[in-house]
């Protein structure tokens, strides 16, 4: 949901708090499998769900460092265009209106 809902909240693909919402989002969601199927199986897969649990916190730990590896593009602000001469604009305006 996070990518869904990132613009909108004024997370851009490219900032660490996307991929630390990322990190969470996945582990978070391979956490509700291994629950689910937790109880679904009982202790025939404590196994496969700690292996599996492993290995999406490591997954988790990569994303979050690679977004945090990665250099942040530079933000130029955009320079406002100079205010217009005035006095140039009223000598137009009372050239045309004689």
């Known amino acids: 949901m996070c ?7 004024g997370m851009d ?4 708090v996307f991929g630390i ?7 978070a969601t391979v956490q509700l499998v291994l ?6 199986f009982g202790a025939t897969v404590n ?10 916190y490591l ?3 990569v994303i979050w460092l690679s977004f945090f590896c990665v250099p942040e593009p530079i933000t130029v602000p ?9 006095a140039q ?5 009372k050239g045309m209106s004689n």
């Not at 990518?3 to 909240?9: A, D």
């Not at 693909?13 to 660490?16: F, I």
């Not at 629950?35 to 679904?40: D, F, I, K, W």
């Open 47 to 56: 196994t496969f769900v700690n292996l599996v649990n492993v290995i999406a």
């Open 21 to 27: 919402a990322l990190g969470f989002g996945a582990y």
């Open 78 to 86: 955009l320079r406002s265009p100079a205010p217009p001469d005035l």
């Open 3 to 9: 990518v869904v809902f990132s613009s909108y909240l």
């Open 35 to 40: 629950l689910t199927l937790a109880l679904q």
């Open 89 to 93: 604009w009223n000598q137009t305006l």
């Open 59 to 61: 997954a988790a730990s």
């Open 13 to 16: 693909w490219k900032k660490p």
